[in-house]
C-alpha cells in the first residue's frame, strides 16, 4: 500500500503559512510540543520539503510538503502544483474576516482538487484575549458546518486557531496528523512496478542535476525508462498520475495525450497548439522530474530582477532573460527552460518577436490612451456585446485567453492584467476581465460606417468558447446578451438575457424576448 501524501499548505500573504509548515515539520511529538528549533524555510515563490514520522500503529508516513506562496503574482503557476487526493491546510488569520463562500483559495481548491480534504486553521490566535479564543473558533467552526451543509462539495475535515507560544499546536498536529492517516489514497494500491519507477526516475533526476541538466523527461525517454522497469504499455498513465498525485513529478500532457487530468493541463496541451511556439511537446507530453526544481524556474522569472522586464509592461526579451537570470546555465537548457515556461503559459511568446509576455506582471489598469480608442459610448459605430458570468473564474484562465489571442496574425494587441484591447483594419475588440465580479465580456465595435464588426466579434467568441472547454466545465458558465435598446440608450447597466433564451426566442419566430 502507499504511505506517502502530499501535504500543501495555501492561503494568502502574511497570513503565517510558512511559519506554521515549518513548525508543523519540527514538532516534537514525543514530548507534544513545538520544537525550539524551526527548520529553515525558502521564502521565495513556493518551497518544498520532505518529511517523515512513525504513526502510533507502526507504520512509517512519508509527506511530500508544499508551501504555496500567497502573492498574487504567483497565483497563475500554483495550478500545476495542485492535484487531487491531497491534504491541504488553508491558513488564514484570525484578525481578518475569512469568507467562505468567497475565498479565493477555497474556490481553487474545489476547482484543482475537489476530492481532497482540507482543514483550515487560524493564525495568530495570541492576539485574541484568552477568554475569547474559544467563542471566536465556535464561531469559525459554525460557519464552516453551515458552509458544508449547503456546499456538499466542501471537504473540510477540521477547523483549528494557532498562536505565537505554541497556542494551539498540539490540537493541529493531532487533528492533521488524523486526517492524513486515514486518507484513502493510503489505501490505494500503486499500479504496477510503479514504486520501481519512481526510484529510477529519482535516479536520473539526481544525475541530471549533478551534470546541471534541465530536469526534464520526453515522452520517449520515459517509456524506455517505464520499459526497463516491467510498466505495461496501458498503465503508463496510470502510474504517472499516481506519482504526481504523491508529489513525487510532474506530468504535462501532450498533443495526443487523452487523460483524465486537470482542466488546466489540459488547456496547454490545447492551447500550445496554435499558439505559434516554434517547438512543442509532441506524443504525450513531457515529465518533470523534480517540482521544485520548476517551481522554482516559474518564481525566479515572476521575482525577476530589476530592470530585467520593460517597467509596467510586464514583458522581458528573451536575450535578456537568458543573459541575466540563466547565464550560468548551458546554451541547450537556456532553450529548454523557454519552451517550459511557454508550455506551462507562464509567459507568452508575442508574434514574430523575441519577447515573451508575463501576464501575472501586467499593469492592473487599462492604459490612459486606450480611453480616446475606445470611448464609454460611441455613437457612430455598431457595437455587440457578450457577458460571460462564472461561478469561479480559475488564476490561470486570463493568461490561456492570452496565449491564444498572441497567435492571431495582422492585429494590433495591447494587454494588461484584466484585458486586451484589439483591432484590425476594419474592427477593434476590447476584452474586459472583472476579477471581483467573476465576469469576462466582450465587446466589437466597427471602426468605420462600411464594415461590420461581426465576424471579428464571433472571431473573438469561438476563441473563449473553446478555452471554456478545456478549462472549466462550459455549462456552468453563463453565456449573457445585453438588450441592444439598452446599449443604444447608454445605459450603465443594461438588461441581460441569457444566451439560450436569445436562441429560443429566435426559433420561436419572436422579435422581442421577454
Known amino acids: 500500500m502507499n504511505n506517502q501524501v502530499k501535504l500543501t499548505f495555501c492561503g494568502h500573504e502574511n497570513v503565517g503559512k510558512t511559519t506554521l509548515c515549518r513548525t508543523f515539520m519540527s514538532y516534537d511529538r514525543r514530548k507534544d510540543k513545538p520544537s525550539q528549533n524551526l527548520l529553515p524555510g525558502d521564502l521565495a515563490g513556493t518551497s518544498l ?39 491541504y491546510v488553508l491558513v488564514f488569520s484570525i484578525q481578518e474576516r475569512f469568507d467562505l463562500a468567497g ?52 471537504k473540510i475535515k477540521g477547523v483549528y486557531g494557532v498562536g505565537f507560544g505554541g497556542i494551539g499546536m498540539s490540537d493541529f498536529v493531532w487533528g492533521l496528523e488524523e486526517v492524513i492517516s486515514t486518507h484513502p489514497f493510503l489505501n490505494k494500491a500503486p499500479p504496477e512496478n510503479a514504486v520501481e519507477l519512481q526510484a529510477e526516475l529519482a535516479q536520473i533526476c539526481t544525475k541530471r542535476a549533478s ?36 508529489g513525487d513529478i510532474i506530468y504535462l500532457p ?72 540563466w547565464s550560468s546555465a548551458p546554451l541547450r537548457v537556456q532553450s529548454e527552460l523557454i519552451k517550459l515556461l511557454i508550455a506551462f503559459e507562464v509567459v507568452v511568446q508575442l508574434e514574430q518577436t523575441e519577447k515573451l509576455l508575463i501576464p501575472s506582471l501586467l499593469p492592473d489598469k487599462m492604459p490612459n490612451h486606450l480611453q480616446s480608442v475606445w470611448p464609454t459610448h460611441d455613437l457612430s459605430s455598431d457595437q455587440y456585446v ?39 483594419e476594419e474592427s477593434k475588440c476590447l476584452v474586459r476581465y472583472k476579477i471581483s465580479e467573476n465576469t469576462i465580456s466582450i465587446s466589437a465595435r466597427s471602426k468605420n460606417t462600411d464594415t461590420s464588426p461581426v ?41 441581460l438575457f441569457s444566451k439560450e433564451c436569445c436562441e429560443d426566442a429566435v426559433l420561436a419566430g419572436s422579435s422581442s424576448v421577454i
Not at 522530474?289 to 530582477?305: A, E, H, M, T
Request: a positive charge; charged letters at 25%.
Open 49 to 87: 520539503a520532505t518529511m517523515a514520522y512513525t504513526q502510533d500503529d507502526g507504520r512509517r508516513m512519508v509527506l511530500k510538503l508544499w508551501d504555496l506562496a500567497g502573492q498574487e503574482v504567483h497565483h497563475a503557476t500554483h495550478s500545476f502544483f495542485l492535484t487531487d487526493n491531497s491534504v
Open 103 to 154: 475565498d479565493h483559495w477555497l474556490q481553487v481548491l474545489k476547482f484543482h482538487a475537489p476530492s481532497s480534504p482540507i482543514i483550515l486553521v487560524a493564525t495568530h490566535l495570541d492576539v485574541v484575549k484568552s477568554s475569547e479564543r474559544k467563542e471566536r473558533l465556535k464561531q469559525i467552526k459554525e460557519a464552516v458546518e453551515c458552509a458544508c451543509k449547503d456546499n456538499k462539495h466542501l
Open 211 to 246: 551534470e546541471d541538466r534541465e530536469l526534464v523527461l520526453t515522452w520517449n525517454e520515459f517509456v524506455t525508462v517505464a520499459k526497463q522497469c516491467s510498466i505495461p504499455s496501458k498503465k503508463y498513465i496510470s502510474s504517472l498520475k499516481f506519482l504526481q498525485e504523491r
Open 254 to 325: 501532450g498533443r495526443e495525450a487523452k487523460v483524465g487530468f486537470s482542466p488546466a493541463a489540459h488547456a496547454i496541451r490545447d492551447s500550445i497548439r496554435g499558439s505559434g511556439i516554434s517547438v512543442v511537446y509532441d506524443g504525450e507530453g513531457i515529465i518533470i522530474l523534480d517540482p521544485y526544481w520548476i517551481n522554482q524556474v516559474f518564481s525566479k522569472l515572476i521575482s525577476g530582477r530589476p530592470g530585467l522586464y520593460n517597467e509596467n509592461q510586464g514583458m522581458v526579451n528573451i536575450q535578456h532573460l537568458k543573459k541575466h537570470l
Open 386 to 424: 457578450r457577458y460571460y458570468k462564472f461561478p469561479f473564474v480559475p488564476p490561470e484562465f486570463f493568461g490561456c485567453f492570452l496565449a491564444r489571442l498572441a497567435s492571431m496574425k495582422g492585429y494590433f494587441k495591447e494587454y494588461w492584467r484584466s484585458g486586451v484591447f484589439i483591432e484590425n
Open 455 to 495: 465576424p471579428f466579434f464571433c472571431y473573438m467568441i469561438e476563441i473563449i468558447d473553446a478555452l471554456l472547454d478545456n478549462t472549466v466545465r462550459s455549462s456552468i458558465v453563463e453565456r449573457l446578451m445585453p438588450c441592444p435598446r439598452c446599449l443604444d440608450m447608454h445605459a450603465p447597466k443594461p438588461t
